[in-house]
């Protein structure tokens, strides 16, 4: 009898202390009825390019090899000289590395998606993409259905790879990114061709 009263205090502790972290930590960053606030200051550039590399770590990135040369010299030079850029630090829960709703919404995901798999907004949120005039975007299933189901308007377009193509055991590690490359790189010689 003693055993089994002990066994069941041990389950109710650690069953408050797995509610308890939770609670903690896993609290919705959003808060709903603010009055819509837009700048008034001109915008610092016409045109926003983001590109994010899921997995790309910062170290590796500045890193230098064994013969003082970057391993991204293209990447290395944007920073440098040209772009703003910045080094995402995502916080748990998240569906992936980067953190793409804290890059693009500017808050970490909200912790009730973690139940829908990230695939759907369970909290209406805003966004970069929705308060830009048009959005291109290419790339994950998981995670650009997210920016286009609760954007307002029809301004957002999305292409996306299959989910079968998301092999992260596969050898060849950079199918994902080509196909991504060709898709933005065709659509951009297609803008080409339309302005002249």
């Known amino acids: 009898m003693a055993a089994e009263r002990l066994l069941a205090f041990g389950i109710l502790v650690h069953i408050i202390y797995l509610a308890s972290i939770f609670d903690i930590y896993f609290t919705s960053p959003l808060v709903h009825g603010m009055t819509p606030y837009k700048s008034k200051l001109k915008p610092p550039a016409k045109r926003l390019v983001l590109f994010v590399a899921d997995g790309l770590r910062a170290d590796k990135l500045f890193e230098l090899d064994d013969h003082g040369e970057t391993r991204a010299p293209y990447l290395r030079h944007l920073v440098r000289k040209k772009a703003s850029w910045g080094v995402s630090h ?84 950079s199918k994902l990114d080509t196909w991504v490359f060709e898709r933005s790189n065709s659509f951009l010689d297609l803008q080409e061709i339309m302005t002249l």
């Open 90 to 173: 995502t916080r748990v829960p998240t569906e992936s590395r980067p953190g793409h709703v804290a890059l693009i919404a500017g808050f970490y995901e909200d912790v009730s998606a973690v139940a829908k798999g990230w695939k759907e907004n369970p909290v209406e949120f805003d966004f970069t993409f929705n308060e830009s005039r048009i959005t291109w975007a290419w790339g994950s299933p998981d995670i650009l259905p997210m920016f286009a189901k609760g954007a307002s308007g029809d301004h957002i377009f999305t292409s996306m790879y299959k989910t079968v193509a998301e092999d992260f055991g596969d050898e060849d590690a």
